[in-house]
C-alpha cells in the first residue's frame, strides 16, 4: 500500500468509517501516540481499553477523553506495568474476564533512549524487557482471544530497528558489556519487529486467522525522550521537536490507527511516515530492510523470549 494509493495526504483517519460494536486495547495509552490513537478510534464510535503502568495518569487520560469526546465515551484502563511479568499475567488475565470481543491488540508502550543501563524486576535490560518481553507475553496470553474475534495484532516499531547493531545480541542480551542508551533501545524495537515477522508466518503455516501489522510513527512530539534519557539527548530532541523534522503526536498516532482498522494491508510490510527520512509525511509502506526478515535469528530470538518470559506458543 503506497502512501500515494491513499491519495496525496497519505493514509489519515478520514478514512476510517463507523467503528461501534468495535473494542481495541492499546497499550501505552495515556500520553503520546497512544493517547491521540484512542482519541481517534473513539471519536469514531469505538470502545477503548487502555493498558497503562500508571493509574493517575489513566485516569486524567480518561478524564480528559471524556471532557472531549463526552461522558458516554466508551474508555477504560486496565493497569499493566509491561516490566513485572506477573503483572502482565494478571492485567491479560482480567482483560479475558473483561473482553470478549478483541478487534485489534495494539503494542504502543515503550520506553526509550534509558541514560545508564537499567533493570526490570524480572531482570532484563529495561527496554528490551518492556518494550519487547513485556508484549511478547502479552501477546501470547491475549492471542487466543484475538483469533476467536477475527482480530488483528498491530506491532508498533521505530526507524531506530536499522540503526544499532541490526541483529540481535544474543550472547549479551543486557548490554553487560556494549550498553549504549541508543542501541540498545535500537535492539529492543528489532526484536519486536523481527518477532512480529516471524508471528506472521508462523500463524500461517498453522492456519491461523489473525493479521499482524508492523508500523512506526516516524518522529513525533511525545513524551518518549523524558528525564530517563540523558541530558544532551534531551536537548538535541527539543531542538528538533520545534523543527518541521518532527511531527505531532497525533499524525504519528496515524499508521497504528492504520494498521488496527484498514481492510487489504500486506504483511510482512511496515508502515508510516514516508517523507524526508519516514520522520514525517504521508502515511503508506515505507522500504523494509531484509534483515529483519531474517527466520534463523528470528526463530531463535522467539526461543529465548518464551524462555525469559516463561510462556510457550502452541503453534
Ligand atoms: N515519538 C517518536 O518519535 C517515536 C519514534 C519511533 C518510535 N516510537 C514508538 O512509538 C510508540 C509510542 O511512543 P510515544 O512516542 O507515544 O511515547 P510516550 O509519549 O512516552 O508514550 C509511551 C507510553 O508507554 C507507556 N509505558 C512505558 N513503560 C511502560 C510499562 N512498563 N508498562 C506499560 N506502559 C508503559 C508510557 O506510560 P507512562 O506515561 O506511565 O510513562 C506511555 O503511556 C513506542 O512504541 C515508541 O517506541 C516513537
Known amino acids: 500500500m503506497n502512501a500515494k494509493e491513499f491519495g496525496k495526504q497519505g493514509w489519515t483517519p478520514k478514512r476510517i468509517g463507523d467503528l461501534s460494536g468495535k473494542t481495541y ?6 500520553a503520546g501516540a497512544g493517547f491521540e490513537a484512542s482519541k481517534i478510534l473513539l471519536s469514531k ?22 471532557k472531549q469526546l463526552g461522558a458516554a465515551t466508551k474508555v477504560s484502563f486496565i493497569k499493566m506495568d509491561l516490566a513485572q511479568l506477573s503483572l502482565v499475567r494478571n492485567a491479560a488475565e482480567e482483560v479475558l474476564k473483561t473482553i470478549p470481543k478483541i478487534d485489534a491488540l495494539i503494542c504502543n508502550a515503550a520506553v526509550a533512549q534509558i541514560s545508564k543501563q537499567d533493570f526490570t524486576p524480572n ?6 524487557g518492556i518494550n519487547h518481553y513485556g508484549h511478547f507475553l502479552l501477546i501470547n496470553l491475549l492471542f487466543d482471544r484475538v483469533e476467536q474475534s477475527n482480530g488483528r495484532i498491530v506491532v508498533v516499531g521505530s526507524e531506530g530497528y536499522k540503526m544499532g547493531l541490526k541483529t540481535i545480541q544474543f550472547e549479551d542480551m543486557n548490554f553487560d558489556k556494549n550498553y549504549h542508551p541508543n542501541n540498545t533501545y535500537c535492539h529492543s524495537k528489532l526484536a519486536q519487529m523481527m518477532f512480529a515477522y516471524e508471528l506472521q508466518n508462523r500463524i500461517k503455516e498453522a492456519n491461523k486467522s489473525v493479521s499482524v501489522y508492523v508500523c ?3 518522529a513525533s512530539k511525545t513524551s ?13 530532541w527539543s531542538i528538533l521537536s520545534i523543527s518541521p523534522m518532527v511531527q505531532s503526536a497525533e499524525k504519528g498516532a496515524y499508521p497504528e490507527i492504520m494498521c488496527a482498522t484498514e481492510d487489504h494491508l500486506k504483511e510482512q510490510a511496515y508502515y508510516g511516515p514516508t517523507g524526508r527520512s519516514n520522520w514525517v509525511g504521508p502515511v503508506g509502506e515505507c522500504k523494509l530492510e531484509p534483515f529483519v526478515l531474517d527466520r534463523t535469528v528470528a ?3 522467539w526461543e529465548v523470549s518464551e524462555k525469559a518470559t516463561n510462556c510457550t506458543w502452541n503453534f
Open 299 to 301: 526463530a531463535k530470538l
Open 25 to 30: 486495547l492499546i497499550t501505552g495509552a495515556n
Open 216 to 218: 512506526h510513527p516516524g
Open 224 to 236: 518518549l525522550i523524558n528525564k530517563d534519557a540523558s541530558l544532551m539527548t534531551r536537548i538535541m
Open 45 to 66: 464510535g469505538a470502545e477503548v481499553l487502555m493498558l497503562n503502568r500508571n493509574e493517575n495518569k489513566s485516569n486524567k487520560a480518561i478524564d480528559d477523553l471524556k
Open 123 to 128: 531482570g532484563f535490560e529495561s527496554q528490551l
